[in-house]
């Protein structure tokens, strides 16, 4: 479904840092495998296929004060501040991060 909507060359596509640090996080503990380091792939990809880049910003970090605690994932939280503080799109399947006032598809 959101497949085609991150592929759409009229939609802005971003992938935060925030994504980044998770995805290190996990490929450190054993938890994900990938074709080479999470630091130096994720990057390469990203580049690739055009996605630019959300670096994690004051305003969004302050967002968190007014969130409600639905959920404890505090990188999925980040992720939901940032959409907050610069009126984005979340493209998810998570049920945890639909519980927020926070557009997705």
Request: include cysteine; charge should be negative; glycine fraction near 2%.
């Amino acid at each position: 479904m959101f497949a085609s909507a991150i592929r759409d060359r009229d939609n802005e596509v971003y992938l935060s840092v925030v994504s980044i640090w998770e995805t290190i996080v996990k490929y450190q503990l054993g938890k994900l495998t990938l074709p080479e380091s999470a630091e130096i792939y994720l990057p390469k990809q990203r580049d690739r296929h055009q996605i630019a880049n959300l670096d994690l910003d004051e305003g969004s970090v302050a967002q968190l004060a007014n969130l409600p605690l639905l959920h404890k994932d505090p990188f999925d939280k980040m992720l939901i501040c940032q959409a907050l503080q610069h009126n984005l799109t979340i493209a998810t399947v998570d049920p945890e991060i639909i519980k927020y006032s926070v557009s997705v598809i």
